[in-house]
């Protein structure tokens, strides 16, 4: 673990304007040893490359880039994009601090969006070409949408029966981040329960009047974005949000991260199924179409930084709505800021700096967590297993109060 970079020579975006930067709390690197972060290093991004390039019929130059790209997160030192790239100025200017260093020396955050930035690079995502916009994580997302263990509604619940089901449903839908495929640590075990849980005061603040405008921040693509599309529909349907904003990934980000093509796909699935299914597909393409349901995807989704850095115009969406979904475990370290946060720290205090309510689904898959009280914790150390990073646990965290 280290302190954070120099402000005088942090090459962040700065903060937004009015938010407060966390602490100087240490950040997560990736060498520190039996750390979460040394993990996905050294096990995890070097299967992931291997997957990538055996899945795909790249040519010659992709599959030397990639198996550059792998020799040089093993023993290499970090490097620019190349020349061509079309944000090579951006990336130049945010790297400024961390390029010339090992890959395990750059704050964990900052090395794995970059890692999948470089993938991209690799593969020819954004060279014009047989290749261009070839999504290379879609083997992946395919195959979990036609598995047929992937529920989809088949009548629809009473409405209190949603409301007990349809937060949870949305919460360890996020345990099927495609990421677990790769690395020794293997696909998380079915939920060990939750660490915290805000959901009555989710929907409080969803039932305290209206219009509401609701953002939700979506995380993997496939059955966790089914889940999230079928709470969307219950906010929409019952009245209980008159807009809803769902905030996608520009382009793959990650291995499952949802992108716009990502949600056709799934809202494909449930047109090509029986029953309420359908009919909630019908109700969301229609709410796309009358704007009750926007879809947004902007580019800082895909940077690596926390959203105190989030740019003005992001900070004033969300400073609009009625309340904030994140989803998932990245959007959860962006919220509070990847830092080694004593884990009784209360979120209310870390996300305090966000310009609205705000409320966090996450099944916890890395190191940083707050908000989990004393007796909770104890028991959670106590049981030896890693509650922190196996995906078997989950929490539902608000701050309604601005």
Known sequence: MAGRTDPESDPREPAAPGFALPPDAPEPLGNGPGGYGRRVLRERTPTLITEVRDRHPYGPG????????????????????????????RWDRWGAAYFGRPWADVPFLWWESYFYRRLLEAVEFFTPGPWFWV???????TAELRDATVAVPAHRR????????LLPASLWGNQADLGFLFGAAGGPAASGGLVADDGALVWSALDAGGPDHV??????????LLADLLLIDHLLRTGLAATVTLHLKPHPYYVSDATTADLVACLRRLAAADGEAAAVERRLSEAIGTGRLRLRAHAFFCAPWSYHHMPADLAEEFGGRTL??????????????????????PFAEVTAYFPGPVAALRTLKSDVVTGVDAATLSSLDASGGDWRTSGTHGLIQARVST
């Open 62 to 89: 992709q599959r030397r880039a990639l198996d550059a790209l792998r020799e040089e997160i093993a023993s290499g030192a970090m490097r620019p994009l190349g020349e061509g790239a079309p944000d090579r100025a």
């Open 135 to 141: 999504d290379p994580f879609e083997y992946w997302k």
């Open 158 to 165: 009473p409405a209190a029966d949603e409301r007990q089901a």
């Open 215 to 224: 953002a939700v921040v979506a995380d993997n693509a496939g059955r966790e």
């Open 324 to 345: 904030t979904i994140m989803k998932g475990d990245l959007n959860y370290r962006r919220l509070v800021g990847d830092l080694a946060w004593p884990p009784t720290t």
